[in-house]
């Protein structure tokens, strides 16, 4: 009789390891608008993206034959979503970030001035991967972030769903941390063991 025990794939493994899911996961900022308090804006993020990362290749041609190497890498943008919520207050933390990019309401002194250099309005992401408790299994570090497009989206008398705002953003580099979190909690195993019930054989 077959148990869960005999999961798995032959001479691999067996069980099925606990998979990382999609909803267990938090956002927090440094250096956001500034250094304004960022935590509304964490409460409210409700979908992000993680890192895509691309190389340029290049073709080799010799008489009759391609080879290809690879060239410079690029991340492509991150795009996230957030919910407005009444008090406005995860709004008011995008709308600092896009006054230090360019005084877009107001300014400082005559005209409107944009930040002097890249670490005036640059801010760092820290995307990490949760295990269902407090405990983090992978963090990802967004470096030279900054806000490319910002979309408010529209409203309907016919939809009763949240307000959201969706935000394209543009960062320099993202790296990976999985060594520095260890998963303490169980095996990692997603299945239970088979055992045997108490008073049955």
């Known amino acids: 009789m077959s148990t869960v025990n005999n999961i798995g ?15 267990r996961f938090r956002a927090t900022f440094a250096n956001m608008g500034g250094g304004v308090g960022s935590n509304p804006l964490s409460m409210q993020v409700t979908t ?3 890192p895509n990362l691309d190389f340029e290749q290049h073709e080799l041609r010799r008489y009759n034959s391609v080879a290809y190497i690879a060239g410079k890498h690029s ?44 670490s005036l309005y640059k801010f760092v992401i820290y995307l990490d991967q949760l ?15 900054f806000l490319k ?20 953003i543009r960062y320099d580099h993202a790296r990976q941390d999985i060594t520095g979190f260890k998963y303490t909690q169980g095996k990692g195993v997603a299945t239970g063991g088979a055992g045997t019930t108490q008073g049955v054989v």
């Open 75 to 118: 991340f492509t943008e991150l795009n996230m979503t957030i919910e407005d919520d009444v008090t406005s207050s995860a709004s008011m933390v995008v709308q600092e970030q896009l006054q230090k990019q360019q005084w877009l309401i107001g300014a400082e002194g005559q005209w409107l001035a944009a930040s002097g250099e890249g």
């Open 149 to 168: 497009n910002v979309n408010y989206n529209d409203l309907d008398y016919g939809d009763s769903a949240p307000v959201t705002i969706a935000m394209t």
């Open 131 to 145: 295990d269902g408790n407090d405990q983090i299994i992978e963090r990802w570090i967004y470096e030279g972030c």
């Open 48 to 50: 992000v993206s993680r």
């Open 9 to 23: 794939i032959p001479a691999v493994g067996t069980g099925i390891l606990q998979p990382k899911q999609r909803n």
